[in-house]
């Protein structure tokens, strides 16, 4: 099951009218595909970025345990 963190922050530039919203998407990148396709498609804006953060479990494995994912609405 997807641990579905909404942590929303709201971010607007100086001098520009556009503002955009930063969630942060935990997730299982093996089984957690279909989670991740609705989520996006859900979203009132235009994905922006999609950042991964990147753990290290072992020297010699690497996993994604959350996204973040920028948002630009209105």
Same mark, same amino acid.
Request: proline share 4%; charged share 30%.
């Given at each position: ?6 942590? $929303? ?20 990148? $093996?089984?957690? @595909?279909?989670?991740?396709? @609705? ?9 922006? !970025?999609?950042?991964?953060?990147? !753990? &290290?479990v072992?020297?010699? &494995?690497? @996993? ?5 994912? &920028?948002?630009? &609405?209105?």
């Amino acid at each position: 099951m997807v641990k579905e963190s909404r942590e $929303t922050r709201e971010v607007v530039p100086r001098g520009k009218g556009m503002k955009y919203r930063v969630h942060r998407f935990d997730i299982k990148m $093996t089984r957690d @595909q279909s989670k991740l396709e @609705q989520f996006l498609n859900n979203l009132e804006g235009e994905v922006m !970025a999609i950042v991964p953060n990147v !753990a &290290v479990v072992l020297p010699w &494995v690497h @996993q994604v345990d959350f996204l973040l994912i &920028v948002e630009r &609405v209105g």
